[in-house]
């Protein structure tokens, strides 16, 4: 059964930094390409990043360029999100997501992703 779990969400103070991480389970991560998503309260949820097969990085959301980073690790079976310098406007539940591409899609709409997580809360504030 193929599954995406996220965790490591969490309340953090502005300014601070949390990893976040989307595990599968049922077939491997490796050979696709994974976006994390978000959605805050009242609003659509947004692509925020991807990374490739081959780890290119596509950035969905111009805001976070300089403060997340995505990563996987194969061994594990894991992608990770490194949210850095987080701010109140990044409160929202992240979620993983794959498309059975090697390629990220060129925007971060929905409907390119075929598996999602069932998501994990981040909420930033003072």
């Known amino acids: 059964q193929v599954q995406l779990v996220e965790s490591g969400g969490g309340l953090v103070q502005p300014g601070n930094s949390l990893r976040l991480n989307c595990a599968a389970s049922?077939?491997?991560?490796?050979?696709?390409?994974v976006a994390w998503f978000r959605q805050a309260p009242g609003k659509e949820r947004e692509g925020v990043l991807c990374?490739?097969?081959?780890?290119?990085?596509?950035y969905y959301t111009d805001s976070v360029k300089d403060r997340f980073t995505i990563s996987r690790d194969s061994a594990k079976n894991t992608v990770y999100l490194q949210v850095n310098s987080l701010k109140p406007e990044d409160t929202a539940v992240y979620y993983c997501?794959?498309?059975?591409?090697?390629?990220?899609?060129?925007?971060?709409?929905?409907?390119?992703?075929?598996?999602w997580g069932q998501g994990t809360q981040v909420n930033v504030s003072p």
């Open positions: 990374i490739s097969s081959w780890d290119g990085i596509t």
């Open positions: 049922g077939f491997t991560l490796g050979g696709y390409a």
């Open positions: 997501a794959v498309t059975f591409s090697g390629n990220c899609p060129p925007a971060g709409i929905i409907y390119d992703y075929e598996y």
